[in-house]
């Protein structure tokens, strides 16, 4: 039995559709004659993820690479093009940008409400939608609030009445309750469309057909939203799916039947349990394959300039996949990329055969259609409509990033000489690091991490923002800030003190040797100082992988190390030790960081992923953020002036420079900092020349 | 082995079977009645009906998919019993019977079992004791069915001597079987070994390949490094600012599938 819940609304969609379609007024009763032909096109989005405008929030500028409101244009010229068309979403719809998570997480919709990209997608009258793995990110509850859906999920409620949702049918096979043994959204649905036909002899006339359509999910669900999902729904395999619900889709009159597959092309042996199961859907008696999920161009993207066919895909088998055409078992198939910024194509050709339309094969096209698709330069405008439609909560997020955070601080947070022994953008991630991990050790009820309780727990993190993009290119969160003016932080502040959102916060099991090896990788990005030279030398000859400079904290400062900079790389750091002892090489060490550092980015010696304890399912920027609220005040004293690195001392000959943003001296004046001694000339890039003490 | 429970023996009739497997599509009761009265042995299922009676045990908590399994585990199919052992895994109480049966579906050769197996030695679970050289064992015969995730392990062990002896270049030589067969990580860790020449001549150029190669496979530390590499301020590196903000964001909104990724 399928669920029941949301058949009135669907049958008032379907109401809906025939009127907007039907324009017509020819009578539905009318027989359409054998060997009538109609062309129809079936056109597809996937992975928009909450790209409803072109634009960047964490820039908050305008982006003209991605967006529905540009998509929304393609979608009007394929719609010219093809006045017979169906619109489908193959989902991973809500979530991907500032503005989904400010209407999941931070001012969540309420029943009364419709999601941003839903009002956009209702306002382009797609036709259905699937649903994708991410539309799980925030819990059965909101997904089940903002689809208007019932799940039949114990401990899952949707709000009473009716709530704001896709003015169209979602659908998903292979999605199941617990509880219920059901699937939690209807797996399939009948879209009845009136489209344009031509008679043998030349006439127009409207011809009733039925659109079936079925949608599929990753089973990976249940291991990437585990908390969400666990002991609450399962997944069956797309392939047992499919084959039990296809039947039931031509039962119920489909003439065409389409497949939305939120899953890549894998030409791996089946598995239920595969990740990109979607090839195997195309043996199940379906029409047309829409895939989505890996983010790819499928067929190859047939614009001038167009990026090449991705290895991945272009390793599949020729003789299943035809990458060019885009038929996978001789079904057309297309991926429309992510973020709106193609439109998939698919024209077909059905003759009245028999008393059914019947495909023309070999009259299928298939193409993913980008936004330079004329001539491969010239970009398609925005749909302005969609920027009017979605106005208020657009500059809702642009406020929400902007609004008080909750927390002042009372010192600039700069890194203007972070590379100078200033720690005051880094010190306060060290700390809402080891703060994490202190507590995710506590209460963890892993026996292998209970165990490592007491060992110590240290931080480490980098200046990323630090002329890597020119002069301008440092962090500087509260400007002018002081302790009889302290400034506010807003919400979107943790992102300039962390600045990557694609980390994790992980954390590492090392040894003393590690932590060394560790220091000397990071000292490696300063240049080799000769004492005796009387040229202008450079501190750090190169900002361009400044991120890899990590910066070493404990608690209370109790972790000490300097660089001796007149020596080679790998022969640097000295005077290492953790509350006032020595480090030795067999002392044990939980250092909190990143995915990127973890898994081996930057290449430091020995961290390469078999050290990672802690696989945290938080961003690094959360945790700084919910750290700082939970601090409420940040104070130079207790977040900024924990300097536990120096140089070793040595007078130089010549000069010694940093270069920075001009006309900072006094910052570094302010910091104690004696060792930036003056401001210089400028170099050619624009940055200030600033005179390094290394005797001080 | 003689602290492992023996598999129990359910026993039901051919009556009971009927009545449990009702809803149960025809041709599979009747599988099961054949395999429950004994008149001939019926055709094993096939590796994915067997998986999706796994889905049904593990997640779908359906104890009658459980009971199926361990029908067809008893009959000698590794993969039920891999299933079945992995139904039983998320249960602290049954950790026991899941050893048995992973334990049983390794040694009848199915690479799944052998790499769950392997990792259970290699971290101390399922109430097996740590050991490394049974881990490497049973990696080693993952590895040899091309499993990319095995070959990985099988690279970190001899980076560190674990189980086996030290061996850099032999690190080297299972990551890039690894890579050969698939895994991100392993790629990413290949091109660190190609640009560092560790166990490895140093080949700028073949890291470079497989830092894009791991990126194209979405492993996480690939695609900010490959971002980082091409913003424009890496005076070696092809400039691609945009490419290189739209790596950013696919490694921003993938955070969420990748945190439990890597090895």
Known sequence: MIKNIGRPALAAIAAMTVAACGSSSTPLTQQTPEGSVLKMAILETTDIHSNVLGYNYYALTPDATLGLDRTSTLIQGARAENPNNVLFDDGDVIQGTLLGDYQAQATPVGCNGTLAVHKAMNALKYDGGGIGNHEFNYGLGFLSQITNSDFGVTGVAKPAGTCGAPAFPLVLSNVNSVASQKPIFNPYAVIPKQFAATTPDGKSIQVPLKVGILGFVPPQIMDWDQKNLAGKVYVNGVQESANQYVPQLRSAGADVVVALSHGGLDASPYSPKMENGSLYLSTTG????????????????????????????????????????????????????????????????????????????????????????????????????????????????????????????????????????????????????????????????????????????????????????????????????????????????????????????????????????????????????????????????SYSTIYNYDVFYAEGNAMQYQI???????????????????????????????????????????????????????????????????????????????????????????????????????????LGLSRVAAEGALDPSGFSKYAIDLSK | MSDLPSPVTRGLSCLIKMKTYSHLPAALVFGLLLAACGDRPPAMPGSAQLESLGVLARQGRQASAVDQLQAWAERGSPIAQRELALAYEDQAASEKDAAFWLIKAARGGDKEAAFVLAGAYYNGKLGLGKDPVLAAQWYGKAAAQDDERAALMLSRMAKYGEGMPQDVKQSVAWLQQASAHGSAQAMFLLSNAYASGDGVAQDLALAHSWLEKSAQGDFPPALQSLALAMDGSSPNAEKNPERSYHLLKEATEERRMHWDKAQ
């Not at chain 1, 885009?326 to 009245?352: C, D, E, H, Y």
């Open chain 1, 286 to 541: 379906i029409d047309a394959l829409l895939v989505g999920h890996s983010h790819l161009i499928f067929p190859a993207a047939k614009e001038a300039k167009a990026p090449a066919l991705d290895a991945s895909l272009a390793a599949l088998p020729a003789n299943i996949v035809d990458s060019k055409n885009g038929f996978v078992n001789n079904v057309p198939t297309v991926m429309a990329q992510s973020w709106g910024r193609r439109l998939g194509i698919i024209q077909l050709t059905l003759k009245f055969t028999g008393g059914k339309w019947v495909i023309q094969k070999p009259l299928t096209t298939v193409e993913a259609r980008g936004f330079k698709y004329t001539d491969g330069v010239t970009s398609v405008a925005a749909d302005p409509a969609i920027a009017t439609l979605v106005d208020s909560e657009h500059k809702a997020t642009i406020a929400y990033a902007q609004q008080p955070l909750g927390t002042t601080t009372d010192f600039e947070m700069s890194s203007y000489f972070s590379l100078a022994g200033d720690v005051g953008a880094i010190q306060i991630v060290n700390q809402a690091q080891i703060d994490y991990v202190k507590n995710f050790i506590a209460n963890s009820t892993d026996a292998t991490l209970s165990s490592y309780k007491n060992i110590p727990v240290i931080s480490c993190s980098a200046p990323f923002k630090a002329g890597r993009n020119g002069p301008s290119d440092f962090t500087d969160v509260a400007p002018n800030a002081s302790k009889a003016s302290p400034f506010s932080l807003q919400v979107r502040n943790p992102g300039d003190l962390y600045l990557y959102s694609n980390n994790n916060l992980q954390a590492v099991k090392i040894k003393g040797s590690d932590l060394k090896n560790w220091l000397e990788t990071s000292a490696s990005q300063f240049g080799k100082i000769d004492p005796n030279a009387t040229a202008e030398q450079d501190l750090v000859p």
């Open chain 1, 564 to 670: 001796d900079v007149t020596q080679p790389v790998g022969s640097r750091i000295v005077n290492l030790a953790y509350q006032g002892k020595p480090v030795a090489a067999s002392d044990d060490f939980i250092v909190a960081t990143n995915d990127y550092r973890a898994g081996g980015g930057g290449n430091f010696p020995g961290i390469d992923g078999s050290k990672t304890i802690i696989k945290s399912p938080d961003a690094s920027q959360a945790v700084v953020s919910s750290y700082l609220q939970k601090l409420g005040k940040v104070t130079q004293a207790n977040n900024g002036s924990g300097q536990s690195w120096s140089f070793v001392k040595v007078a130089t000959k010549g000069p010694v420079i940093l270069r920075s943003t001009p006309g900072k001296l006094a910052v570094a004046q302010a």
